[in-house]
């Protein structure tokens, strides 16, 4: 015969279940379980709601905007002078090479137009240049050196007053050499001893003429023949003629020249070697 249970086993069993559900399960390890609790999703914790974190990450990731496909169109920089006249020059050109290889009556103009514009252009910068050395002579080479045929003949005179004062001076303190060799080997040994007799009668400049092979020169007759003289000065294999000045008392020699020089040349390298400083000519 089945037993009934008792109602106090019936009524502790249901109060035990009440409480189960009312309260957190507790695990081993004293932390609380049951749904939507221990971060489940399988079974009946498919149902929760997710955290409020999650929920904002989600709808931040929905609202914000799609990134854009097309570049942001960049300002266009500026260009430099100097590029600016490399790609008018590439204009040019094309345009040039277009009217040569296909000579239409359009592109011919097109590049004659083009040369007129370069015209223009290159007058207004003539005249602006004249303008500026209107008003700065100090970069106005006139001031140094006249341009005109008048003012050319008056600096050309006075160049030759100050060239002949310097071979003056340089006549009482230094000595004129003059290497030469026999006139069958050097053509121009002789015209060169013919300048440098008339300068020594005009201007009383002492000369010392040096034989390199012992040759004899009727205008000098007492040239020396050299016996080493030349090797010593570093002058032994210099062209014929030669020209140096020679400072007697230190023996310092400055050459000023080989080959054929007139008058005129020597007395402007006298004049440079003896008065001008070196970057101060120009």
Not at 70 to 96: A, C, G, H, N
Not at 179 to 202: K, S
Not at 258 to 267: A, F, N, P, R, Y
Request: with cysteine.
């Amino acid at each position: 015969m089945r037993s009934r249970a008792s109602p106090t086993i019936t009524a502790v069993f249901l109060g035990s279940l009440a409480s189960l559900v009312a309260a957190p399960a507790w695990a081993r390890d004293d932390l609380p379980q049951g749904y939507c609790r221990d971060g489940i999703r399988a079974g009946w914790n498919f149902y929760c709601d997710p955290p409020p974190q999650e929920v904002d990450e989600q709808a931040q990731r929905a609202a914000a905007p799609a990134p854009s496909s097309s570049p942001v169109p960049e300002t266009p920089r500026e260009l430099s002078y100097t590029e600016q006249i490399e790609q008018f020059r590439r204009e040019m050109d094309e345009l040039k090479y277009r009217a040569v290889l296909d000579p239409t009556p359009e592109n011919v103009q097109a590049y004659m137009a083009a040369q007129q514009d370069m015209g223009r252009m290159a007058t207004a910068f003539t005249d602006q240049w004249q303008r500026v050395l209107f008003r700065t002579p100090s970069l106005d080479i006139n001031t140094r050196f006249p341009m005109s045929q008048m003012g050319g003949a008056v600096y050309q005179d006075q160049i030759r007053v100050a060239r002949e004062n310097s071979l003056r001076d340089a006549a009482a303190n230094l000595g004129f050499m003059v290497i030469v060799e026999d006139a069958a080997r050097c053509g121009l040994c002789t015209p060169q001893l013919e300048v440098v007799a008339r300068m020594q009668a005009n201007f009383g400049i002492e000369v010392i003429v040096i034989s390199a092979d012992g040759a004899f020169h009727p205008l000098f007759p007492n040239a020396q023949v050299d016996t080493g003289q030349l090797r010593a000065l570093g002058l032994a294999d210099s062209p014929r003629p030669t020209i140096a000045l020679v400072e007697p008392r230190s023996g310092l020699v400055e050459p000023i020249g080989s080959g054929l020089l007139t008058e005129d040349v020597i007395l402007e390298r006298v004049h440079v070697v003896t008065q001008i400083p070196a970057g101060e000519r120009y």
